[in-house]
């Protein structure tokens, strides 16, 4: 399984992703790659839909139909309601449908 989590150095954000990523990496034995997308032009090719975004095997584990893309911070719902990440349990549940 192949994760990597894009972001952008602007969005806060990417790195409380990256700590919960890490916490199930450590409990899944995942490894995780990073990609620093750089530019609006960058985004719009990647079909970057914000920061963060986490990808399995190259798919969008939270894609919405529709969703903007573009060098912007992203929001996902969650439990508690709208955040900047989605929740580690959120993500284990994710992983775990791979």
Avoid: H
Wanted: hydrophobic fraction near 35%.
């Amino acid at each position: 399984m192949d994760v990597t989590l894009q972001y952008f150095d602007g969005c806060p954000n990417w790195q409380t992703a990256d700590e919960r990523l890490r916490v199930l990496a450590g409990e899944l034995g995942l490894r995780i790659g990073y990609q620093k997308v750089e530019s609006p032009e960058e985004a719009e090719a990647l079909g970057f839909r914000g920061s963060p975004t986490i990808l399995v095997d190259g798919r969008d584990l939270f894609a919405a139909t529709g969703a903007p893309g573009g060098l912007a911070c992203r929001v996902y719902e969650t439990p508690d309601g709208r955040a900047g990440s989605p929740t580690i349990d959120q993500l284990r549940a994710a992983l775990g449908t791979i």
